[in-house]
């Protein structure tokens, strides 16, 4: 199928783009680009795209952008229902394929470390989610989680996220559900896998004081849009009973406000603070992958440069 430019690319660059990096980096602008250059179709690499009605507060991809390049893995799931890594890889895969099938290029796009990763690297023999025990678990306090995770597995509490509520439960439920530690096993699922060629793998990046002030403006115009009205609404839906979604920064925040916590100004500001820091904690997380290739994106810089860049370094 020709792309934008009424071209046939060659059968080599239908192998799929992966399009990482931090929140408010520009991910998505850049891959909608690429996409119309390439004729190319985007899958979301977002744990919380996924939800439907988590749309302001996730930056979703507009109906007219959605309407210039096909979009998937977003508005798949209702609030209602779990969603998971394993759940993104059968998914993204059938994408893949569906997408190659129309003489397409699969552009993943994203900042959802975990699913870049089970993707890319498999998720080997991880037991399944046990939903009593789940349950159970979500309902415990954090705090006692680490220190039990701490007791049964230091190495992975010293790697370990802690502002991730969520990795620490899935780690316990490993560690009961196995009774070996979570460490050892995810070395063993990692290396049953091996690794797909990264090659394709790009993680974009900006100046710190830059990203900073990009996630500003977004979390101010979240909250023009209507952020607060948004959070009412899904709570209505059952936003406070699905665990996973509650977790997306700024809905937290401003269910809390919605409970008289703390003020519209204050919450507006600590969305601004738990962002930079996710920011910072997503950095972390793809530096770990030294094969892919870092785009430092310049705030002068134009979409049309940053795909030249990318098409440089190999993009095609």
């Known amino acids: 199928m020709a792309n934008a430019h009424g071209l046939h690319p060659p059968s080599s660059i239908l192998h799929p783009l992966f399009l990482a990096g931090p929140t408010a980096v520009g991910k998505s602008a850049v891959a909608l680009a690429l996409a119309e250059k390439l004729g190319g179709e985007i899958i979301s690499v977002d744990s919380m795209q996924v939800y439907r009605g988590l749309d302001i507060g996730t930056a979703k991809p507009t109906a007219a952008e959605r309407a210039r390049v096909p979009h998937h893995l977003i508005d798949f799931a209702e609030l209602t229902e779990a969603f998971d890594a394993a759940k993104f890889v059968a998914l993204a895969q059938q994408a893949v394929v569906e997408i190659q099938s129309r003489g397409r290029v699969p552009i993943f796009c994203g900042g959802t470390g975990l699913y870049f990763k089970a993707y890319l690297e498999g998720l080997g023999k991880a037991p399944a989610s046990d939903e009593k025990l789940r349950g159970e678990l979500e309902a415990a306090p954090v705090a006692d989680l680490l220190h039990e995770l701490e007791q049964c597995d230091p190495p992975t509490f010293a790697k370990i996220d802690r502002q991730n509520p969520r990795r ?138 940053a795909c030249n860049e990318l098409s440089e370094r190999g993009c095609v």
């Not at 990692?190 to 100046?207: A, M, P």
Request: proline share 2%; net charge positive.
């Open 168 to 305: 620490v439960i899935r780690a316990i439920e490993v560690i009961r559900l196995t009774g070996k530690p979570f460490s050892t096993q995810r070395a063993e699922w990692n290396l049953e896998s091996g690794t797909r060629n990264l090659e394709r793998f790009f993680c974009l990046t900006r100046s710190t004081p830059d990203l900073h002030a990009r996630i500003n403006a977004r979390v101010d115009e979240m909250f023009a849009r209507g952020l607060v009205e948004e959070t009412r609404s899904l709570l209505a839906r059952g936003l406070e009973q699905n665990k996973t979604a509650l977790q997306a920064i700024g809905y937290r925040q401003v269910v809390e406000h919605l409970r008289g916590e703390r003020s519209l100004p204050e919450t507006i500001e600590l969305v601004k603070i738990k962002t930079r820091q996710f920011a910072k904690r997503q950095m972390t997380w793809f530096r770990k992958h030294a094969n892919a290739k870092w785009i430092e994106l310049r705030a002068e810089m134009s979409l049309a440069d």
